[in-house]
């Protein structure tokens, strides 16, 4: 399909003309809304037998308006609003979105699990509060402000000395016993608390940014390069944080998940000024940087103990720590965007047409914070 030159005329021009890569943003929103997304709003992950998630469904809504794209933000939300429900009984039980959403075994289309997972309503959350400031439409800020009663509700738990930390999900999934609690370090999205607090006063936002960077700062040593992993757990009576279980299907490692936390400390760094962000990004990203000035690669998982498990490399993983680096050592971002990520952009796409994955953190990591008005991060 050819991409429409309009199109793209009205995304550049939703970005600034100063913006690094300009060009290659608008197209490649363009492209990713050709391919990627139906008619109807339904985005697809063709890597995983065409299902949909409610982190797919966030991340074009989070696209589309950091690009200035209301029809796509609409179209996205209200698929997932129609078609995402948790219910019970055929009676919706609240605000959040079933995460996976697909072919059942009887080969009908619908909610294939219905737990949530809290990644993709921040996210969702998140692109209602900016749009509602953006188009004037306080209707998403009434939906944001429901949703964030049913994500504190529900995704949220005590931990050690009485402390709250965002669980990945419902407490059923996520606290396994009276003194485990199992994290993911890259749901953590203190930018989106922050945005919350000024909505929801009636709930602590503030202090699950507290506890985000706790979090992530005491868990590190479990890897002796101090890298972010996928999954850790915390025991809730000593504050200690360990690896998950052998038998468990969620890893402790630095892998996939693990790279979102230096675009989520990223936005953070540039949007709220934070400077536990900034400095989390230097220290915690030293061995990256150290494996980048000896090898000009990065292996796409890395174990425990700083060693590479796998032989290749991940695109997605280079664009999260470009934004990262763009903040902390510009002229190594700039090495790793021109070496790593953008040979690997061919015609509106990164690495190949059915990395969906790809095609949203590689886009979201090498598009500048900056590029949001400064004036939609405050509360009116």
């Known amino acids: 399909m050819p991409l429409n030159s309009s199109e793209i005329s009205v995304f550049l021009a939703a970005l600034p003309k100063s913006t690094p890569n300009r060009e290659l943003l608008a197209q490649s ?3 990713y809304r050709q391919r990627f997304i139906q008619d109807d709003g ?6 995983a037998s065409d ?4 982190e797919g469904q966030a991340y074009a809504m989070l696209r589309a308006v950091l690009i200035n794209d209301p029809a796509t933000f609409a179209l996205t939300l209200n698929w997932g609003e129609n078609n995402l429900q948790r219910q019970i009984n055929s009676k919706r039980t609240d605000n959040l979105w079933a995460w996976k959403w697909g072919r059942n075994t009887d080969g009908n289309w619908g909610a294939i699990d219905s737990n949530f997972a809290s990644d993709g309503d921040i996210d969702a959350i998140t692109a209602l509060i900016l749009a509602s400031r953006r188009w004037n439409r306080p209707e998403y800020l009434d939906l944001a402000k429901a949703k964030l009663q049913d994500l504190w509700n529900l995704s949220t738990a005590v931990g050690h000395e009485g402390k709250r930390y965002l669980l990945p999900g419902p407490v059923a999934a996520f606290v396994p016993n009276a003194s485990t609690l199992y994290l993911n370090p890259s749901y953590f999205a203190p930018y989106a608390f922050r945005l919350f607090a000024q909505v929801d006063p009636k709930h602590d936002w503030l202090s ?3 506890t985000s960077y706790e979090v992530l700062e005491k868990s590190a040593p479990l890897s002796a390069v101090g890298l972010p992993s996928d999954w850790v757990a915390q025991d809730t009576k000593t504050g200690t944080y360990q690896s998950l279980p052998q038998s468990s299907q969620l890893q402790t490692l630095y892998g996939f998940d693990a790279y979102r936390v230096w675009w989520r400390l990223s936005l953070d760094a540039a949007w709220f000024k934070s400077p536990q962000a900034r400095r989390y990004l230097q220290t915690r990203s030293q061995y990256l940087q ?9 292996p796409a998982r890395i174990d425990l103990k700083g060693k590479g498990l796998v032989d290749y490399e991940a695109t997605s993983q280079y664009a999260m720590l470009y934004t990262a680096w763009d903040l902390v050592e510009p002229r190594l971002a ?3 965007f021109m070496k790593k990520v953008l040979p690997q952009y061919k015609q ?10 790809t095609q949203n953190l590689a886009w979201l990591g090498i598009l500048p914070p900056s590029v949001l008005p400064q004036q939609l991060l405050k509360a009116k």
């Open 42 to 47: 339904r985005v697809i992950d063709y890597e």
């Open 51 to 54: 299902r949909s998630t409610s």
């Open 29 to 31: 929103w363009e492209t």
């Open 208 to 210: 699950l940014v507290d």
């Open 348 to 357: 509106g796409i990164w690495d190949d047409k059915s990395a969906y994955y």
């Open 290 to 298: 150290k494996l980048w000035r000896e090898q000009s690669r990065l």
């Open 334 to 336: 700039q090495e790793l």
